[in-house]
């Protein structure tokens, strides 16, 4: 299984960004797909995934911000980020688990990770 994300970069408060993330090694079509973000100093914290049977979710965070995207024939996953501000600033990890979260409670962990791209909003 491999995760490689692409599109991180520098951009000012106010500006777009858009990340993809290339999957493969699995059945893609069977897969949550999601990102997570990590801040200096921070935690790792959600922001958004996309279940095969489901919709989106995302955190309170970046709701109406923040789009995510699957492409299933692509096997692809984007992440569109809109307004950003130096909050959302730091390495974002595209993730991949077999199973849905809205059927756990409690944490979830997923399964798959990349290597993670760098997001830097300044001020």
């Known amino acids: 299984v491999q995760l490689v994300e692409s599109g991180g970069g520098l951009v000012q408060t106010g500006g777009s960004l858009r990340l993809s993330c290339a999957l493969s090694?699995?059945?893609?079509?069977?897969?949550?797909i999601g990102w997570f973000r990590q801040a200096p100093g921070r935690e790792r914290e959600f922001v958004a995934y996309?279940?095969?049977?489901?919709?989106?979710k995302y955190a309170d965070s970046v709701k109406g911000r923040f789009t995510i995207s699957r492409d299933n024939a692509k096997n692809t996953a984007t992440l569109q980020m809109n307004n950003l501000t130096p909050e959302d600033t730091g390495v974002y990890y595209c993730?991949?688990?077999?199973?849905?979260?809205?059927?756990?409670?409690?944490?979830?962990?997923?399964?798959?990770w990349g290597r993670g791209t760098q997001v830097t909003v300044s001020s």
């Open positions: 993730v991949a688990d077999p199973n849905n979260p809205e059927y756990f409670s409690g944490t979830f962990d997923f399964a798959f």
């Open positions: 996309f279940s095969s049977a489901g919709g989106p």
């Open positions: 090694g699995f059945t893609f079509d069977d897969y949550t």
